[in-house]
């Protein structure tokens, strides 16, 4: 975050990622220099990164500023592959790793990501082409456009006044990503490198030092000219240089191997790979142009990674055998194949220990050797998993701000990439939305397993219409129910729908415990999957379904219970009879086999159960067996979540006046009770 002095009060740029940390550095500033109002705010880019903390630091209107184009980017990359991004940003980041000289020490561009509130005001004012100039505050700005750059919408520009030159994060003290490991569209190198171009010879006889929203700034005309020269010369030499071998039929890997930079770039502090590298980027490269594809037409249909780790194991003698060629190669050195190795043998045997650990110890001596941040913090996090299992990972609070800025057709789109397809195949359904706030219609139509939309529709049949604001189908979509929304038509027609979303999970895991039935209202459970963080309605179903289960009870916290609830409800449940829709995925919801016959006490209908705790993310457990007696003699069962560290637990089931029925839990131990 970088803050302006103006003549009333102070501008911000690029408020941080979350509200509490934007809050710190403003009071920071403040007990040194005053209590100066903010009085406008800047954001360079789309990331998330960039603003996110503008909560923490504008409590009235004031001026934003914004690059053309940097709501739709702001929004839209936590839409659709945001959840996939967010769980690889765990591992890109080391979220879970211990801070330290073994652990984790940084991601190169920065310590690591916080893990707060994240919000976003729209911006009041674009920035539409390059020259534009604006006064905040008294202080005039001239603006840059440089879309397609680091980020697809972002902007460099210069304090004519000050002399002060931001380079947003167009030209950081270090090589950054065309295509960061968390996942994202890859970036241009050629566009990138004639941005900082055109930078050079816009505003360097105007500036005495420029600065970016990382690191440390560059003072003085003649350093900031030969900065950004070779910053420039190191994306279009990767550009030039990738594109030269790949007309000469090299693929992506193999180039990445005969790359070295010259020595003036290969020498120079902030060329070095701290955050990209060349290795990732030059694949990068590859893939802009010519995508996945190698050439080879053996690559056309591979099987996928178990079946091939099987098959691999299987022509090497066995996973003992794979383990003690690795273990070889791993004195000798080579410390990539054995990685490769390995990967077949986990892939193959998941539950090989000697392997896992192997693999693991492999992991920490590549990530102990990487000068890149975020390929150590990924080496290190699956040494970490291989040892102690997949942890749950610090979810950042995405905030009503985030959500709020949406169209509605962004809204509708992160609908429809949740349509479970085969299980909607059959499905066909039309809703008409009429938005009183905003004066807008849309029609959603279900086929083949393709939910689509479109605004403005002709007057015709739809099965069910809504008429409402913006706000009540934000409500809708967080399991708010249908509180003074107008409908007219078939409910069922939104049932139906709901039927076949699903939410991808964060984290699979399963764990299965022994417990005992001690009496009528006294519940101990025999057999518990767990699900991860953000498991949705679609995946705690398929695990019900799967093994032809009557009735259970949810735990899960609050802003999942009205989903989970509302589909429950639509797929009928709970009917005594055996699913017979699609099963789960193939080792993603699998729950012990053998379940015999249910108890004669069912709840008559599922539990909703809220957890929550301030230092760890929530969970979703699925409770898939109850059983009249012990039969290990012990008190209770132990719940599968590293949250509660394994404690015995026993749960009572009560009912009010009101038939409603509660859930509570509390160690048999002789600790004090938890709180549920």
Known sequence: MTLVEGEQGVIVIDPLISAETAAAALSLYRTHRGDRPVTAVIYTHSHADHFGGVQGVVTGEVPILAPAGFLEHAVSENIYAGNAMNRRAVYMYGAV????????????????????????????????????????????????????????????????????????????????????????LVRDPRIWSRYLTEAINLFADQADVAFASHHWPTWGRDQIVAFLSLQRDLYAYLHDQTLRLLNAGYTGIEIAELIQLPPALEGAWHTRGYYGSVSHNVKAIYQRYLGWFDGNPASLWELPPVESARRYVDCIGGVDAVVAKARHYLDDGDRRFAAQLLKHAVFANPDHKEAKDLLAKTFERLGHGAEN????????????????????????????????????????????????????????????????????????????????????????????????????????????????????????????????????????????????????????????????????????????????????????????????????????????????????????????????????????????????????????????????????????????????????????????????????????????????
């Open 97 to 184: 790793l211990d801070r330290g000289p073994t652990g984790q020490v940084g991601a190169g561009l920065g310590l690591t990501n916080s893990t707060g509130s994240i919000g976003l005001l729209p911006p009041t004012v674009d920035i539409t082409h390059t020259g534009q100039e604006e006064t905040l505050d008294g202080v005039r700005i001239s603006f840059q456009l440089t879309p397609g750059t680091e980020a697809p919408a972002e902007m460099n520009f210069l304090f004519p006044q000050q002399r002060a030159l931001c380079m947003a994060e167009n030209a950081t003290h270090n090589l950054h990503n065309l295509l960061t490991l968390r996942g994202a």
């Open 373 to 676: 941040g975020t390929w150590r913090n990924f080496y290190l996090m699956g040494a970490t998993e291989l040892r102690n299992g997949i942890a749950p990972s610090p979810v950042p609070d995405l905030g009503a701000g985030m959500a709020a800025a949406l169209t509605v057709e962004q809204l509708f789109d992160s609908v429809a990439i949740r349509v479970n397809g085969p299980k909607a195949w059959s499905e066909q359904l039309t809703i008409d939305w009429h938005f009183t706030d905003l004066g807008e219609r849309y029609r959603m139509s279900l086929a083949n397993g393709v939910l689509v939309h479109h605004p403005n529709p002709r007057p015709g049949d739809a099965d069910l219409s809504f008429t409402l604001t913006k706000p009540q189908l934000l409500a809708m979509l967080a399991g708010g129910g249908l509180d003074g929304v107008e409908h007219e038509g078939d409910i069922g027609a939104l049932q139906r729908l709901l039927s076949v979303l699903e939410t991808p999970p964060c984290h699979l895991r399963h764990r299965d415990t022994i417990g005992s039935w001690d009496g009528p209202d006294m519940l101990r459970i025999e057999d518990v999957a767990a699900l991860g963080v953000d498991a949705g309605p679609g995946e705690v179903l398929a695990l019900f379904w799967d093994q032809g289960l009557q009735n259970a009870v949810l735990c899960t916290h609050g802003e999942t219970i009205g989903r989970l609830l509302g589909q429950l409800v639509a797929d009928g449940w709970p009917a005594r009879r055996r699913w017979t829709g699609p099963r789960a995925r193939p080792g993603c919801c699998s729950a012990p086999a053998s379940h015999g016959s249910s108890p004669a006490i069912w709840p008559r209908w599922p539990l909703a159960v809220t957890w929550k705790s301030a230092s760890a993310p929530p969970l979703i457990g699925a409770i898939t067996r109850l059983k009249r007696r012990s039969t290990t003699g012990r008190d209770g069962p132990n719940l599968p979540c590293e949250q509660l560290d394994h404690r015995w637990l026993t749960a009572k089931l009560t009912a009010n006046r009101s038939n409603q029925r509660r859930l509570a839990w509390t160690a048999s131990d002789g600790r004090k009770p938890l709180t549920w």
